[in-house]
């Protein structure tokens, strides 16, 4: 069908063809340009209608909360205020009320207030004079009052709460007229803020809440269309609209009619919809999303549209464009296409008939195409073509004749010279035969001198390959001699070929380098001189060649740096004179490390040593505190208590005396509290005061008083200042005679700079440069580590700061230390101090609690009977934990404080063992230590979670966890 179609439309006029051609050149872009506007357009307007929607629907929920977050503000504003936390307490109906008329009065846009004690009993109300009722909505008030924050949701108000509000609210109970004109009952939907009041201890006393009812209030729809026009927007309580800018065409609102029955059904699920609905002859494009209440279910719905019929109006006026500009395209292509048909069709007409004439024989037919000037017209190019084709061919036929003639007058020339190369071929026959007999006796000389050729080829290429081997050969020695000579120069060691009388024949380069020498300028000295040695009288090098063998000895230069000597003889005997290789390291560095590593090690163990020392001293230290603090508490003498408090101070003192020791003993990360380095630096020097005193050592304070308080671990600080009072004291002592140190304190550009002068013997430049590295001391053996700065510069460094020093030789030191100042609330790991919680013996009593005492140690369990006993517990001890398990079998303890370390079953494990008895009872189980310090013990309290002491402890520290784990 659409093959005969094709050999129809090629069959017709030229006329008809270009008629089709040019309407369908209009008609088929149009028609597509019709289908694919429609699409786009189409695809637009859904994409910004839901756009807009979208925005619609963010800005109605911003609305929507707007108004509880200025309830919430407001609220708790007035809950912060004392008088009405007191109104609240005391439940002073009247002067509430009144406080709520004045808060009506500055946002009358909320319906409800309500003033009510920690478990919803109403004080009083906005409404009515109504109270003492019970109100819940929907357990907001419990969870503000549990959490401590204002809680807002949006709630359906029962009808009971707004009988209690009176009739305004209650005549207002959210009716609304149906489509149909039939009433119905639409729930009271509500944005509910429930703020909490505390008292100045955070206790509970009540709550405020406010309410502001939505039905018939178009406060939202009315904001969100006046942003956006044309936005449609509703809330709906259940099924029914209770508020909405929308109307239908008679003019009426939709309020109170019900929601579409699919959107509905998809809310309900709490899920949002995107969906098309009909208001009497009107389709409207709608998001539909769920409103909870507090508790998540399912309320209501908050949706926003817009009117389909506004956004099409753009798609038919646009159809109707295109419509029109096709009919106007398709009229001027008729018109074209005949105007074009007759101008195209004349000249092929005549172009035909001229054709015709040709095909007769005629020669000299031409084609009419009036100016010769320049055109563009493809028919008039084609009827010049013709007339040249024409002109071509006329031509051509003259050409043809005189070719002809030429021809034959060629073919009579050829004959004659055929001729005579006949009589030529027969005199080069002769001469070939004799040239033939000629090339046979040439050839037979060739063949000898072609073997001649190849003998000589064959001895020319065993000389070439016998050469390669030759340069292979040397350029194989030559590669080795130079690695050799780059592994002897690159050693970092001397190398060197050495005869008897100790002369230097070569040395490597790292040997002439060290010594600013060449090797040529190096030969023929002696090693010992240039060494700055004496040549010792057993000398190695002539013992190894008397021997033959490999000698070995370590000598030491004037400079105090140590050499090993590795002398290996020549092996060849002919050699004279005999000759040695010489190997020379330096082991300086080797040996100090070894040395420092051996004091590393006695640091180690002394480490070790105080650690254990401390925590022995630890358990009848916490007998003299605690001890002391009960006697205090009891019925003395101003004299007996006065002598306690000393003996308490000196305890204290005895117990910083082994936090110390351990802090030496064991590193810890920093403990930052907010603290005054004035205050620091005066604690420093009061513990050597004496010393510095005995001494003849002044100190010179010039502190600043202006230095703010900065976040520092002043027992750390206490570290660093103390090393350097020290090393100022050494310094001052070493150089002979009383001396002076001076202690100034600035603040500038947030830093605090603290420096130490002292008048002692001073240092040079090269020593200043390394005094902060590891294991570097002056003092002789014995005297220092070489540790004390090192630690201290990392301190420092921890703490943010820096520490640097400068000296004049003979004249004395200064080191300074710049810490940061810091603010309390910008530092994570800061120590805030607080109170000691105290416990109330009385109440302990009437409990009845039962507590389990488990430490090896005599006095300590004596110490625990006692403070527990007094705080109202019935106690029982133990000092094995064997013994401990047999009365947790029998007995469930309130609380049980059990040592970690002890012989037999230790703290550690009595824990495991407790999970097979009771486990309810690990979690009552305070651990006490000696050494807080240990990683193992800090390992086992973090995994456990449980509450710890650390030897020594007070009586306050004692009650404050005791306190902490009971309440």
């Not at 004091?599 to 007998?623: C, F, I, M, R």
């Not at 570290?719 to 140190?741: H, M, P």
């Not at 140690?857 to 110490?863: A, W």
Request: with cysteine.
């Amino acid at each position: 069908m659409a093959l005969s179609l094709v050999r129809k439309f090629s069959n017709m006029a030229m006329g008809v063809k270009l008629t089709v051609v040019f309407l369908s050149v209009i008609l088929l872009p149009m028609t597509l340009l019709a289908y694919i506007s429609y699409s786009v357009i189409d695809s637009r307007l859904q994409k910004d209608a839901q756009e807009k929607i979208n925005m619609g629907l963010k800005s109605a929920w911003t609305e929507y909360y707007v108004r509880g977050d200025q309830m919430r503000y407001g609220m708790l504003q007035a809950a912060s205020m004392e008088e009405i936390r007191s109104a609240v307490e005391r439940g002073d109906k009247q002067y509430l009320r009144r406080v709520i008329l004045t808060w009506k009065e500055m946002r009358p846009y909320v319906d409800v207030w309500i003033v009510t004690d920690t478990r919803g009993r109403v004080i009083a109300r906005l409404n009515s004079e109504s109270s003492g009722d019970t109100v819940r909505i929907g357990g907001m008030l419990e969870r503000a009052v549990e959490t401590g924050e204002p809680r807002i949701s949006s709630e359906i108000l029962s009808r009971d709460v707004l009988r209690k509000e009176g009739a305004p609210l209650l005549n207002n109970e959210g009716r609304a007229r149906l489509e149909g004109g039939v009433e119905d009952a639409a729930p009271v939907m509500a944005l509910v803020v429930a703020t909490p009041v505390f008292d100045g201890r955070r206790r509970p006393l009540g709550a405020i809440i406010t309410a502001d009812i939505l039905n018939n209030d178009d406060y939202i729809p009315h904001t969100v269309s006046s942003k956006i026009p044309g936005l449609l927007t509703s809330i709906s309580a259940g099924d029914k609209r209770i508020s909405s800018n929308i109307v239908d065409l008679s003019g009426r609102s939709v309020k109170g009619t019900s929601l579409p029955a699919d959107a509905l059904r998809v809310v309900s699920a709490g899920k949002p919809v995107f969906t098309e609905w009909e208001l009497t002859g009107a389709t409207l494009i709608t998001m539909f999303e769920p409103i909870r209440n507090s508790e998540g279910a399912v309320i209501g719905s908050l949706s926003v549209g817009i009117s389909k019929e506004h956004l099409w109006e753009i798609q038919e006026e646009t159809q109707w464009i295109i419509a029109l500009i096709t009919v106007l395209g398709l009229a001027f292509s008729l018109l074209a296409a005949i105007v074009s048909t007759n101008e195209i069709t004349r000249p092929l007409k005549s172009l035909k008939d001229k054709l015709g004439e040709f095909a007769r024989g005629d020669l000299r037919v031409r084609v009419v195409v009036g100016d010769n000037g320049e055109t563009r017209d493809e028919l008039k190019t084609l009827g010049r073509a013709f007339n040249s084709m024409m002109d071509g061919v006329e031509r051509r036929e003259e050409e043809k004749e005189r070719y002809l003639r030429e021809i034959e007058e060629k073919n009579t020339e050829f004959a004659e010279l055929n001729e005579e190369m006949k009589t030529a071929n027969d005199s080069l026959e002769v001469a070939y035969e004799e040239t033939q007999s000629q090339t046979e006796e040439l050839h037979a000389i060739n063949e000898e001198l072609k073997l001649l050729n190849e003998d000589l080829d064959r001895k020319n290429l065993e000389l070439q390959r016998a050469n390669r081997i030759i340069t292979e050969e040397e350029e194989a020695v030559r590669s080795a001699k130079e690695k050799l000579r780059f592994i002897y120069d690159s050693i970092t060691d001397f190398i060197l070929l050495v005869d008897y009388d100790h002369r230097i024949l070569e040395a490597n380069r790292f040997f002439t380098e060290r010594f600013r020498t060449t090797e040529s300028a190096v030969a023929g000295e002696k090693i010992y001189q240039i060494m700055s040695l004496e040549a010792p009288k057993n000398c190695p090098i002539r013992r190894a060649i008397q021997t033959s063998m490999h000698v070995e000895t370590e000598l030491t230069t004037t400079d105090g740096r140590v050499f090993t000597w590795h002398v290996y003889p020549s092996v060849n005997d002919n050699e004279s004179p005999r000759r040695a290789v010489l190997y020379i390291k330096d082991i300086t560095e080797q040996r100090m490390m070894q040395n420092k590593l051996m004091q590393a090690d006695k640091l180690s163990s002394l480490g070790e040593l105080v650690s254990g020392v401390a925590h022995e001293l630890n358990n009848p230290l916490t007998g003299i505190m605690c001890f002391s603090e009960l006697l205090l508490e009891g019925r003395c003498s101003d004299e007996v208590k006065g002598k306690l408090k000393k003996i308490n101070d000196a305890s204290h003192r005895c117990k910083k005396i082994i936090e110390n020791l351990l802090t030496f003993a064991r590193w810890k990360r920093p403990e930052k509290k907010y603290e005054n380095v004035n205050k620091v630096v005066r604690e420093s020097v009061d513990l050597r005061a004496y010393q510095l005193k005995v001494d003849n050592i002044e100190v010179v304070f010039d502190l600043d008083e202006a230095v703010p308080y900065t976040m520092i671990d002043d027992d750390q600080i206490h570290q660093v200042f103390l090393n350097l009072i020290n090393n100022a004291r050494d310094a001052i002592k070493e150089k002979g005679e009383s001396g002076r140190i001076r202690i100034t304190s600035r603040h500038s550009g947030g830093r605090i700079i603290v420096k130490f002068e002292d008048t002692g013997k001073g240092m040079p430049d090269e020593i200043a440069g390394r005094i902060f590295d590891p294991f570097f001391t002056t003092k002789g053996v014995g005297k220092g580590t070489g540790l004390g700065l090192s630690i201290s510069y990392g301190i420092i460094n921890e703490h943010g700061g820096a520490i640097y020093a400068s000296s004049t030789p003979g004249y004395g030191s200064t080191f300074v230390v710049e810490l940061p100042v810091l603010e309390a609330s910008r530092h994570s790991e800061c120590v805030v101090p607080r109170a000691y919680a105290r416990i109330d013996a009385e109440k302990l009593r009437e409990r009845g609690l039962r507590a389990l005492i488990l430490d090896d140690e005599p006095i300590v369990l004596d110490l625990l009977y006692e403070a527990l006993s007094y705080s109202g517990f019935s106690v029982d001890r133990c000092d094995s934990g064997e013994d401990a398990l047999c009365k947790l079998r029998e007995t469930d303890y309130d609380l049980i404080l059990s040592d970690i370390k002890m012989p037999g079953l230790d703290g550690k494990g009595f824990y495991n063992a407790v999970s097979g008895v009771r486990p309810e009872a690990q979690r009552r189980i305070v651990f006490i230590s000696g050494d807080s310090l240990n990683k193992e013990t800090q390992q086992f309290l973090r995994e456990t979670g449980n509450l710890s002491l650390n030897k020594p402890f007070t009586v306050d520290q004692l009650n404050d966890v005791i306190s902490r784990l009971l309440f």
